[in-house]
Each structure stands twice: as C-alpha cells, then as structure tokens.
Nanobody, 117 residues
Framework: QVQLVESGGGLVQAGGSLRLSCAAS????????MGWYRQVPGNQRELVAT???????NYADSVKGRFTISRDNAKSTVDLQMNSLKPEDTAVYYC???????????WGQGTQVTVSS
C-alpha cells in the first residue's frame, strides 16, 4: 500500500519560511509525478506545485517566485521550500503521487501550515 508521510508544517509569521517534506514508500518513486496541494476548510483542494519524473516543475501563479519544489529519487522524497509566506498561504498541505503511466493517484494525510500576520 502506498504511503506518503508529510512533515515540516507549523506556525510561522508572515515573511517567514517553512520547508515541507514528503517521504514515499511502496511506490516506484521515479515513475511518479509528485506534487503538493493545499486546502482551506470549505474550499476545494488546489494545486501548489508539481514535479515530473524528469524534473519538470509547475507552480500555481500565487506561489511562483516564492515556493520551490524538489525531489530526491534516491531517498523517495519530495520537498517544498516556502519563502516569503503570506497569511493566505495558511492551509493544510497534502503530498500527492501520480503514476505517470497509469494515472493512479495517492495522497498523504496532510500537514497544517499557519501563517500569522
């Protein structure tokens, strides 16, 4: 069974930084597009950033220039470096793995990020 375990969330002041990490197991990590999504209660889950198996990245317009996604295929981890955080970045952040040849998708349990003004 696929397991995605997020860590690194917490409380930070506006303008600060956090680094989220997601450790994957029971998947062929190098064949997956990995991503970070976020969700605020009452809203739909939205894409933050993705990185394909070849390292191509994609970012939501709201985080471009502030967030950086990276992956380590040897360790089966994907990180999200978040800088210049804003109160509107407050959400539960979820790690996602999507197998590129089948489209099968898996989610982590989420980690809370709270940015105070």
């Amino acid at each position: 069974q696929v397991q995605l375990v997020e860590s690194g969330g917490g409380l930070v002041q506006a303008g600060g930084s956090l680094r989220l990490s997601c450790a994957a197991s029971a998947i062929i990590f190098r064949l997956n597009t990995m991503g970070w999504y976020r969700q605020v209660p009452g809203n739909q889950r939205e894409l933050v950033a993705t990185i394909t198996s070849r390292g191509t990245t994609n970012y939501a317009d709201s985080v471009k220039g502030r967030f950086t996604i990276s992956r380590d295929n040897a360790k089966s981890t994907v990180d999200l470096q978040m800088n210049s955080l804003k109160p509107e970045d407050t959400a539960v952040y979820y790690c996602n793995a999507r197998t590129e040849y089948s489209g099968q998708s898996s989610w982590g349990q989420g980690t809370q990020v709270t940015v105070s003004s």
